[in-house]
């Protein structure tokens, strides 16, 4: 048997200037990082919806459920990366947003990947 080679089970989240590259995040395949993608998602939502009915956020408010998020999601000193380059709460929510999508989306190609794969050895198609 060949041997099975082992790599660290990340997304990688390259940050690009254009053409280039400013820094890249990590994502950890892991079951408790699935788990918690969604989590986190919904907590931001909560805290947003939260302040929305408080209405007397601060910026210093807004720019620590940022942190909160991207910390949780991406690792310590994710948010201070993102928010170093682009220092506004609206524009890092979006970012944000767009990172659970492409999160989303990559875990979906690798299920069907995989489901393909387990098809292909059972059914000898």
Do not use: W
Request: proline share 3%.
């Amino acid at each position: 048997m060949k041997p099975i080679q082992l790599k660290r089970p990340v997304i990688e989240i390259p940050f690009m200037d254009g053409e280039k590259e400013l820094f890249v995040l990590e994502f950890e395949k892991t079951d408790q990082n699935y788990e918690n993608l969604f989590k986190v998602r919904d907590e931001l939502e909560a805290d947003l919806l939260a302040i929305q009915q408080n209405e007397g956020a601060s910026f210093e408010d807004l720019s620590e459920i940022n942190r909160k998020a991207f910390d949780g999601l991406l690792g310590e000193g994710a948010h201070d990366k993102i928010y170093s380059i682009v220092p506004s709460f609206e524009e890092g929510y979006s970012i944000f947003i767009a990172i659970c999508e492409g999160i989303s989306n990559e875990i979906s190609k690798e299920r069907l990947n995989q489901k393909n794969r387990i098809d292909k050895y059972v059914n000898g198609k």
